[in-house]
């Protein structure tokens, strides 16, 4: 169980997710120069677009399958005042948006990249 939760937190972590996938663009793309090879950079469009598959499912990861089918189909009338797991849960949500944003583009810029990279 520790460690389902423990790759799951790995993979819902959005800056790492972001940063280890651009840091690996950033590596392909100057391999490419170095090598006048670009299809090393075309291939990183694949990592990229990984990643944004990755974050446009951070909720499913985060909550897993069964918590995630119970959070789409339970209506919450919360409390006056929020509870800390109330807050807690919103802050996610958020999150949850964002990393949906967020990859969205990495999925569309990723396959730009995947199929027009090596053309540079």
Partial sequence: MFRQNMKAKILTDI???V???LSWVLFSFI?????CQWLWF???????????GILAVRRLLRLGVKGF????HTIDGGHYVL??????????????DRATYIGVCFII??????????LL
């Fill in 83 to 96: 509870t800390p797991d109330e807050i807690e849960s919103n802050r996610q949500e958020l999150l949850d």
């Fill in 69 to 72: 089918f119970h959070s789409q």
């Fill in 42 to 52: 075309s291939r990183s469009g694949s990592v990229i677009t990984l990643a944004g």
């Fill in 15 to 17: 800056p790492l997710v």
């Fill in 31 to 35: 391999l490419s120069i170095v090598s």
């Fill in 19 to 21: 940063c280890c996938s």
């Fill in 109 to 118: 810029i990723g396959t730009m990249i995947w199929a027009y990279g090596d």
